[in-house]
């Protein structure tokens, strides 16, 4: 058994090897928001930020795992997972799953720690896991890669909601699974995946229908510029895309002739064109 440890804030160690970094900041980008109106969790101390309470938590967790109280470890794991996206905690969680042979859920967390910048070392290491647990699956289940357009979608296993969104790798049982893919605005799809040993299942990728009433989009901005919607770039000089009805805001990138520059457009039923091209400050 392997346990990332936090020793420092948001930094790591191995409880068999020596002090190792991984930033805590990036590895949970694709995990499900949390409310805005969520409740204060009773994990966190007076005075005590989440961060820290997750740091905190993640150290309680490691002194039961060297008591081997590891279903209580688990739940520290988790709670400091809920606080603050911490690297260790998805894959202290994972690891723990792992020891407790539970390794369909140990799956998840095990391939979102390979999205972390780990060094060599780390990655043999998770890699090692991640095989030992497709070995013990191999009978029953197969690896499959679930993709949407857009990305960033929930997936739910038959009615087991995963913790981590698209793109991600999972397991998929052998014989008539249901697999879902949702985000917010767009219409749930869902893709019956049939397969044996002899025949494995092939990957899921879908492109999600919107929920809410749309329309063709059309914006131009200056030569050279990149175009923007909504705070996100989505092309160069020219974007032609489906958005929701209603306001957006189109942001046409610095050139050598202009400067950046923002417009607000409503987007109405039918066909929108706007020309932001002969902008000139």
Known sequence: M???????????????AALLALPAATALAQTPPAAADAP??????AGESADRAA???NEEGKKLVAAGKY?????????????????NAIFNIGSML??????????????????????????????????NVGQALRLSHAPVVVESNPP?????????????????????????????????GFKPQTVVVTSSRQNPPKDVRVRLERDEPDAQVSARCPQGADVFVDGTMRG?????????????????????????F?????????????DFSNVTQ
């Open 98 to 131: 792992y020891t407790l042979k539970q390794y369909e859920d140990a799956h998840p967390y095990l391939e979102q720690t390979l999205k972390a910048p780990l060094d060599p070392r780390q990655r043999e290491i998770v890699l090692s896991y991640l095989d």
């Open 152 to 184: 960033g979608a929930t997936v739910t296993i038959n009615t087991k909601e995963l913790p981590f969104v698209t793109p991600t790798r999972v397991m998929v049982p052998y014989g008539v699974t249901d697999v879902t893919v949702q985000v917010a």
């Open 236 to 260: 160069f000089e020219l974007v032609r895309d489906r958005m929701l009805l209603g306001s957006h805001v189109i942001r046409c990138g610095k050139t050598m002739d202009t400067k950046a």
């Open 40 to 45: 204060a969790d009773p994990n966190v101390r």
């Open 71 to 87: 279903e209580e470890a688990l739940d520290k794991f988790r709670a400091s997972l809920k606080l603050f996206p911490l690297s």
């Open 262 to 274: 923002e417009r607000t457009i409503l987007v109405r039923a039918g066909a929108n064109a706007y």
């Open 55 to 57: 740091e905190r938590l």
């Open 2 to 16: 392997l346990v990332f440890m936090s020793c420092k804030f948001r930094s790591l160690v191995l409880t068999v």
